[in-house]
Nanobody, 120 residues
């Protein structure tokens, strides 16, 4: 079993910053990609940013230049630094990881979600 635990969400004013963290634990041999997704009320979940084990990152157009994804492979942790936040960034943010377990089986895991609210 693999668990993803997120932290760092909260309430912030427009233009402010937040940093999300997500730590993976459990039966982990290695982690391929990690990423952050978000879901606003009444909308579908969307990809925000993803990063490979080698550090190659991809971003949604809506967050390019404002958000930065990074990871610490030794700690099985992924981060999302969010700057210049806008009210439209308000959503529940979910962490995702593609994990190769110690039994050499692949699994796609999700965190429980953390609320980010940006006030205008």
């Amino acid at each position: 079993q693999v668990q993803l635990v997120e932290s760092g969400g909260g309430l912030v004013q427009a233009g402010g910053s937040l940093k999300l963290s997500c730590a993976a634990s459990g039966s982990i041999f290695s982690i391929n990609s990690m990423g952050w997704y978000r879901q606003a009320p009444g909308k579908q979940r969307e990809s925000v940013a993803t990063i490979t084990s080698g550090g190659s990152a991809n971003y949604a157009d809506s967050v390019k230049g404002r958000f930065t994804i990074s990871r610490d492979n030794a700690k099985n942790t992924v981060y999302l630094q969010m700057n210049s936040l806008k009210p439209e960034d308000t959503a529940v943010y979910y962490c995702n990881a593609a994990v190769l377990s110690r039994r050499y089986t692949y699994g796609d895991y999700w965190g429980q979600g953390t609320q980010v609210t940006v006030s205008s």
